[in-house]
């Protein structure tokens, strides 16, 4: 059997060694193209999302606070489309169309009677000026959670209750329109004239305490009561001043009668009348008296 040389050897695996290396150029190569490839792709990816981050809509009814590193700019966006350097800078939107906030609590009071009186059930009708809304941003913090707050709603409730009789405390047209005076004024101090504006204070549910509520239905009833007696006490003056007037009128008429009856009685009537009565006969007695006897008439 032939065994090649130690030359014929070293050559064969130089050949071999060649042809690896030749191999791992090509792949080398493969390699490289696959990852320009991909390489292009993330680019190409990246540039469009960044084009896409680079715009930013505000809708109709908000306005956009523009940031750059977290300095907020004084002019707040209008609504439309607005450009923004991605990472560098960002845009909060702003609600600026009226918002209601219900605080459903009850939230106990004073009437200016001293009076316990309880609210419940408040809706703040409100709204954010948009020309105030970069401010709100930069000053105020968490401000969709803290600008009207249950401890507000209630110091401006209670406050305008204590101006108000128990009546007019649980009339709301008297106490809805006080409350949201005395609401804005409140925000006005703590934000600034125009920043927030307080459209309608709506108070589903005014009540006094249970004992108050007692003694208001046994005044009421005592009232009634009394009301009661009164119509009844009246009705009987009013019926014994009829019967009075009644016999007088019926008093007065017959002592008229009576004076026409005597004014129409002549000495010639009355005797007339009495010879229509006598019989013709004497008395039996005769004596001094007053009373005019037949003999005298004859004589």
């Given amino acids: 059997m032939y065994k090649p040389t130690e030359l014929e050897t070293k050559i064969s695996e130089n050949i071999a060694v060649r042809k690896n290396i030749m191999k791992d150029k090509e792949s080398g190569v493969i390699n490289m193209k696959l990852y320009q490839k991909i390489t292009a792709i993330v680019v190409a990816t990246i540039l469009v999302l960044m084009a896409l981050l680079s715009f930013r809509i505000i809708p109709t009814g ?12 004084e002019d707040p966006v209008s609504p439309g489309i607005t450009f923004k350097i991605p990472i560098v800078q960002s845009i909060q939107k702003v609600n600026n169309k009226q918002q209601d906030i219900l605080f459903e609590e009850k939230i106990w009071a004073e009437t200016s009677d001293r009076t316990t009186i309880f609210f419940e059930k408040i809706t703040i009708t409100y709204q954010i000026s948009s020309d105030k809304s970069s401010w709100l941003v930069a000053n105020v913090t968490d401000y969709k959670n803290s600008i009207l707050t249950q401890a507000t709603v ?13 009546v007019d405390a649980t009339n709301r047209g008297k106490i809805e329109p006080l409350a949201q005076e005395k609401l ?27 004992t108050y ?15 009661k007696a009164a119509i009844e006490n009246k009705q009987k003056i009013e019926k014994a001043e009829a019967e009075a007037e009644a016999k007088k009128i019926r008093a ?34 005769v004596g001094n008296s007053s009373v005019m006897l037949p003999s005298d008439i004859v004589s």
Avoid: M
Avoid at 154 to 166: G, R
Avoid at 193 to 202: A, F, P, Y
Avoid at 213 to 227: T, V
């Fill in 62 to 73: 908000y306005t956009g606070v523009k940031s750059t590193f977290g300095q907020v700019k």
């Fill in 154 to 166: 209630a110091s401006a409730i209670k406050s305008a209750s204590k101006e108000l009789v128990d």
């Fill in 184 to 210: 804005q004024n409140i925000l006005d101090g703590k934000y600034g004239e125009d920043t927030i504006s307080i459209n309608r204070v709506t108070i589903s549910n005014i009540d006094f305490e249970e």
């Fill in 213 to 227: 509520n007692d003694a208001i239905a046994a005044k009421q009833n005592a009232q009634l009561a009394y009301e």
């Fill in 252 to 285: 007065d008429a017959e002592a008229e009668a009576n004076n026409k009856i005597n004014e129409s009685l002549s000495d010639e009537i009355l005797t007339n009348k009495y010879y229509e009565k006598w019989d013709g006969k004497l008395p039996s007695v």
